[in-house]
């Protein structure tokens, strides 16, 4: 700084001399000068910013900028606009745009810095999220690159060719934020087409594996697994061979990258024994406190989580939990992902875990919205899992506003997770005896199943179709409730010979509507009852720990109760209540509800 500040003070008398004495201002003298104070303000970060002299030299440069020669101005205001990159994107922006500008009024405008000035800009707009200006940017770096291709000199050419693979490569990255995924990897290939055609040197080759992830990246976005993992493949092909040509470079970031993404795939196709081998291959490449081995961890758990072996998850994400937090700020964008599995783990386990999940979210919604607000898709599922743990509990009034406070978040979404979310709100209106709300809510869900799905003849068609049944009876819609639990039971049947919980809930609202005075048909209702009962015993005798079992037995009850079996009907009622008080928290409104029953019958004659 002190050297700075002499430096200053010399200039400045030099300065007033020459204005003083000097009849020509344009002199060679104090072009100098100014090229000079040009250096300094080039340099100006590192003068404290609590001494005047910054403020000094900020003014004396913006003031003698213009007088240097063109050409120094146009490289002064290139280097002005690198330096600010790291600090200050807007003040680079405008030294970038006024380099560009004496470029084209003063020089050749498709010359390399003009290209370069392009590209930076091209960052610039990348980093405030404006794509397509962006793209604009990229492509005319590519226009003067192509321009030069063959009027620069021979040891200038293979930098160009070099520089303008990589813009391909930028532009593929664009393609793919804006999730055009064809047109991201067309230029992916087009990046790796001109790199081998060139013959560019190895060691400068270590961006053409992020091509073949990209690629790969692109066909999972699109569920195409077999292509996704065909390009995973290629890119960790290419690092290990990349290794052995290159003694500059380990790769063992970028193999561990790999190997996650392909897990990825490998998780969505339900081959978890092949996603767990390519994650506990990346413990052994990585030290122990290497900054990303959380996300190994992290992936593990949603292996076991996707197979619902939650104890193993929750083991595995309190591990990457514990590592993400002594690397904060590091990877926070994962940290709040593992504490939302975390949530989405115990949601699915017992009533005593209920709160550690509501914990686990809360901070993930935390963590979102204080420092990754972007991250909208996220957010959302955050709120979905916290909205479906307070169903659990009972707490629908709770949960209907965070379920709409999910799909708030989805509002530019058009995926399969919006008929989730209606979903949920149809069971909370249905627990609420809101019983049009829940039939409109479960309809606009199966609308969305039928948009994102290729039918639903499948696990989510049958639980939808029975959703719909259940509403329609409460609505007195017999003819139609039905219809649509005939067509559950049918789906069941056809998708599972195995012997499932969903069959005897089928069979036990089969029954049921059966039972209504104004279709009764008893045959019909015995034997779907008996099918029920079946079922139910024969979970109960294997030990089976079967949630929401206690729901089915106050269907089986409630038949009863429509046929004037008053003993059978409490009977199965006090059997609904005792699996209720085991799955569901004390307070829980179905506790109550059974029990308000129970004590009616039990103060009603019962016939002999």
């Known amino acids: 700084i002190n050297k700075i500040k002499w430096a200053s003070q010399h200039l400045m008398k030099a300065l007033q001399i020459y204005k003083t004495f000097l009849l020509n201002n344009n002199s060679k003298y104090l072009s100098l000068i100014y090229q000079s104070f040009n250096d300094i303000g080039l340099n100006k970060e590192h003068i404290c910013n609590k001494t005047n002299l910054i403020k000094q030299i900020n003014y004396i440069y913006d003031s003698t900028i213009d007088l240097t020669e063109k050409e120094k101005q146009a490289q002064n205001y290139f280097d002005l606009g690198e330096k600010f990159m790291s600090n200050d994107i807007d003040k680079s922006l405008e030294y970038f745009l006024k380099c560009l500008e004496i470029e084209k009024n003063y020089f050749q405008q498709n010359n390399l810095i003009s290209a370069i000035c392009h590209q930076n800009i091209a960052s610039i707009f990348l980093n405030k999220f404006m794509y397509d200006i962006a793209l604009e940017h990229y492509y005319k770096s590519l226009d003067i690159y192509e321009q030069n291709f063959h009027t620069q000199q021979d040891k200038n050419e293979y930098n160009i060719k070099l520089l303008y693979g990589k813009y391909h490569c930028n532009i593929a990255r664009i393609y793919h934020k804006q999730n055009l995924y064809d047109k991201s990897t067309e230029y992916f290939l087009r990046t790796i ?6 013959n560019i040197p190895s060691d400068n080759l270590c961006f053409l594996s992020e091509c073949y992830e990209g690629i790969g990246l692109n066909f999972y976005r699109k569920s195409q697994y077999d292509l996704s993992i065909e390009y995973y493949e290629k890119c960790l092909n290419f690092l290990l061979t990349h290794i052995k040509s290159s003694k500059l470079c380990d790769h063992k970031k970028e ?7 392909l897990s990825c795939v490998y998780i969505d196709k339900k081959e978890y024994k092949r996603a767990l081998e390519n994650l506990e291959k990346i413990s052994m490449i990585l030290p122990d406190d290497d900054i990303d081995l959380g996300d190994s961890f992290l992936f593990i758990g949603l292996s076991y989580m996707e197979q619902k072996q939650y104890t193993y998850a929750i083991n595995h994400f309190q591990n990457a939990i514990q590592h993400f937090q002594k690397h904060l700020p590091h990877n926070q964008l994962n940290y709040a992902l593992c504490l939302s599995h975390l949530g989405t783990c115990y949601s699915n386990m017992h009533k005593e875990y209920y709160q550690n999940g509501i914990d686990s979210i809360l901070k993930a919604i935390s963590i979102y919205e204080t420092n990754l607000p972007d ?9 979905w899992t916290y909205a479906f743990i307070l169903s659990k509990k009972g707490k629908y009034d709770e949960a209907i506003p965070n379920v709409y406070k999910s799909l708030e978040f989805r509002l530019n979404e058009d995926s399969i997770n919006i008929g989730l979310s209606y979903n949920l ?15 409109s809510s479960f309809i606009t869900s199966m609308q969305n199943y039928e948009k994102h799905l290729s039918d639903l003849y499948n696990e989510i068609g049958a639980s939808i179709f029975l959703d719909i049944a259940t509403c329609l009876l409460r609505l007195n819609n017999y003819e139609y409730s039905l219809a649509y639990a005939t067509k559950s039971l049918d789906i069941r049947d056809e998708i599972s010979t195995s012997i499932d919980l969903q069959k005897a809930e089928c069979h036990s609202l089969l029954a049921l509507i059966y039972s209504q005075e104004q ?3 008893d045959d019909k209702c015995n034997t779907h009852c008996v099918k029920a009962l079946q079922l139910l015993q024969y979970f109960i005798m ?6 929401n079992i206690g729901d089915i037995f106050a269907i089986i009850a409630e038949i009863f109760l429509n046929i004037n079996d008053l003993r059978q009907s409490q009977k199965y009622y006090e059997i609904a209540l005792k699996y209720m008080k085991i799955d569901k928290i004390h ?3 179905d506790i109550q509800r059974i029990q308000n029953i129970i004590d009616e019958l039990t103060k009603t004659p019962k016939t002999p």
């Not at 991250?375 to 709120?383: E, H, L, V």
């Not at 709100?425 to 039939?439: D, R, S, T």
């Not at 294997?542 to 949630?547: H, L, V």
């Open 542 to 547: 294997n030990g089976d720990d079967i949630e």
């Open 375 to 383: 991250n909208k898709s996220n957010i959302a599922q955050c709120y």
């Open 255 to 261: 193999i561990a990258s790999c190997l996650t993404d």
């Open 193 to 198: 087409k001109i790199m081998e055609e060139n």
């Open 425 to 439: 709100l149809g069971l909370c209106y249905y627990k609420k005896f809101e019983f049009q709300e829940a039939l």
């Open 587 to 589: 307070s829980h409104p």
């Open 519 to 521: 279709i009764q048909q």
